[in-house]
């Protein structure tokens, strides 16, 4: 009994010593350790050089929360893209406007819904009466390219020819319609809608109505005749009676004035609208089809002698050919809609609230370059004058006549 008691004592014993020895390691020691002398370890200082301007760069020391000094350096300014720049707008006549078109001077010339009068708007800005006399309740006004003198017609279907300058009036026949003057201004083309299909007739006549020549007989497809005379004279309308293509496809037949064998056009769409270059040779036209979601698309095409149906393409703008207007041989300016929905070749009504943007092309690049105005309109139609330095047009949405700058 005594032998194990003593056993256990000695045990005892060593589990106290090594307890001892931990409690030492654990607490004595680490403070004997922390206050031991450490080595010292020298870090080469960096240096950054002042940016005074005109002394040599000094040393200085390198702190962790500050940067060099820059007094004296001009921060760099911030590039900006450059932008193109805003074409201001002038409303150059207040009130309702019909039938405004260029003269062979290049001053604008229209109709006063308002008062009923005519007049030109003068290289000044002031606005002139072409004649005291007042036509009422116009609804469509044709002018001649070289002279003051127009074709109006009325909603009762009476036509009249007025020449500003010598005041002269004479009736038309109440079935003539679509008048078309020649690039002299010394014919008109019309159609001539009998009552019967057999006396409608593709015609021309001097401006007063004599010396009437029946040109083409148009029977039951009058209403796919459009009467527009090319600048050249070859041309005096287009026909979309050619051969049955399918639902997108048309050909369209031109027509002279001495029954000649002209080559035709093949249009890739229906609802064929066209405008002539200034001479005659080119022919800008819009259509739709189902690959357009029926929306307009532009299109250029040759449209002279042997060259007719060659060089065709395509312009990539939805936008119709009567929005568009010519400057030069190969410059046009078109208004293109911005918000354009399926289907508004079929109903261009809903394109009347959409505001357009006003785009120069190059038509044998296809190059495009924005107009930009300072406001937003919505083009009814638009043309050049002032010898291509300004752009007049006419808005759907509010009254008067418009000009910008070119």
């Keep these: 009994m005594d032998k194990k008691r003593i056993i256990f004592i000695g045990i005892f014993l060593v589990v106290c010593v090594l307890l001892g020895y931990l409690l030492y390691r654990v607490f004595f020691a680490k403070e004997k350790l922390a206050v031991q002398p450490t080595t010292k370890i020298t870090t080469p200082t960096a240096e950054f050089p002042t940016a005074e301007v005109g002394g040599q760069p000094t040393a200085v020391p390198a702190q962790p929360s500050k940067l060099p000094s820059a007094t004296g350096v001009t921060k760099p300014s911030t590039i900006k893209p450059k932008q193109a720049p805003s074409y201001p707008i002038t409303k150059a006549v207040d009130t309702s406007v019909l039938g405004t078109q260029i003269d062979k001077t290049g001053l604008a010339r229209f109709y006063n819904q308002t008062d009923g009068k005519f007049y030109r708007l003068g290289k000044d800005g002031q606005v002139r009466a072409l004649s005291d006399n007042v036509f009422y309740n116009v609804q469509q006004v044709t002018w001649s390219p070289t002279k003051d003198e127009s074709i109006i017609e009325y909603p009762d279907g009476s036509n009249i020819y007025y020449n500003f300058e010598t005041k002269k009036q004479v009736s038309l026949p109440k079935h003539w319609e679509d008048f078309s003057f020649s690039s002299l201004g010394d014919k008109i083309a019309a159609k001539s809608m009998g009552l019967s299909p057999e006396n409608r007739w593709l015609i021309t006549a001097d401006p007063q109505g004599k010396s009437i020549s029946l040109i083409e007989p148009m029977g039951e497809n009058a209403g796919q005749v459009t009467v527009d005379w090319s600048p050249n004279k070859q041309i005096v309308a287009m026909s979309r009676t050619g051969e049955a293509l399918g639902a997108d496809r048309e050909e369209v037949l031109f027509v002279g004035l001495n029954k000649e064998n002209f080559k035709s056009t093949?249009?890739?769409?229906?609802?064929?609208?066209?405008?002539?270059?200034?001479?005659?040779?080119?022919?800008?036209?819009?259509?739709?089809?189902?690959?357009?979601?029926?929306?307009?698309?532009?299109?250029?095409?040759?449209?002279e002698?042997?060259?007719?149906?060659?060089?065709?393409?395509?312009?990539?703008?939805?936008?119709?050919?009567?929005?568009?207007?010519?400057?030069?041989?190969?410059?046009?300016?078109?208004?293109?809609?911005?918000?354009?929905?399926?289907?508004?070749?079929?109903?261009?009504?809903?394109?009347?609230?959409?505001?357009?943007?006003?785009?120069?092309?190059?038509i044998e690049t296809g190059l495009k370059n924005e107009i930009k105005p300072e406001e937003e309109h919505t083009i009814d139609s638009l043309f050049v004058g002032d010898n291509g330095k300004t752009l007049y047009f006419t808005d759907k949405n509010s009254n008067g006549l418009f000009s910008l700058p070119l």
């Design 266 to 303: 093949i249009v890739e769409g229906r609802g064929f609208e066209s405008a002539w270059s200034p001479d005659g040779k080119k022919l800008l036209y819009s259509v739709y089809s189902t690959r357009s979601d029926f929306k307009p698309e532009l299109w250029i095409v040759n449209a």
């Design 305 to 362: 002698g042997n060259n007719i149906g060659t060089g065709r393409k395509m312009l990539n703008l939805n936008t119709w050919s009567k929005k568009c207007t010519f400057a030069t041989e190969r410059f046009i300016y078109c208004a293109v809609p911005k918000n354009l929905p399926v289907g508004a070749a079929f109903a261009p009504t809903l394109a009347d609230n959409s505001t357009d943007q006003i785009f120069k092309i190059d």
